[in-house]
């Protein structure tokens, strides 16, 4: 049985960082995709950043390119989203999510969710 725990939200300053993880049991990575999702109070689910199976190469949506860092510890069976220059617009829930393979717009597996807020 497939169980996601994400840890690490909190509330942080504009330019300010955040690392989430997510404790992951049931899969091995090397055969499962592994993503971070997000979504703020009256928006839809956003996809923020994953990374393949099999790849050790994250994947970003434009909006936090360059900020974000998707990168998973086999050692500890953990995914970590590092969270750099944090924006308002970054306050959400994130949720880790994981499938077989491939990740899609709507994976099978997901955590309960850890709330990032951002002032400024």
């Known amino acids: 049985q497939v169980q996601l725990v994400e840890s690490g939200g909190g509330s942080v300053q504009a330019g300010g960082s955040l690392r989430l993880s997510c404790a992951a049991a049931?899969?091995?990575?090397?055969?499962?995709?592994m993503a971070w999702f997000r979504q703020a109070p009256g928006n839809e689910r956003e996809w923020v950043a994953d990374i393949e199976s099999g790849s050790s190469t994250g994947r970003y949506a434009d909006s936090v390119l360059g900020r974000f860092t998707v990168s998973l510890d086999d050692a500890r069976n953990t995914l970590y989203l590092q969270m750099n220059s944090l924006k308002d617009d970054d306050t959400a829930m994130y949720y880790c999510?994981?499938?077989?393979?491939?990740?899609?717009?709507?994976?099978?597996?997901w955590g309960q969710g850890t709330q990032v807020s951002v002032s400024s």
């Open positions: 999510a994981a499938d077989r393979w491939s990740c899609g717009a709507s994976p099978r597996y």
């Open positions: 049931g899969l091995m990575f090397h055969s499962y995709c």
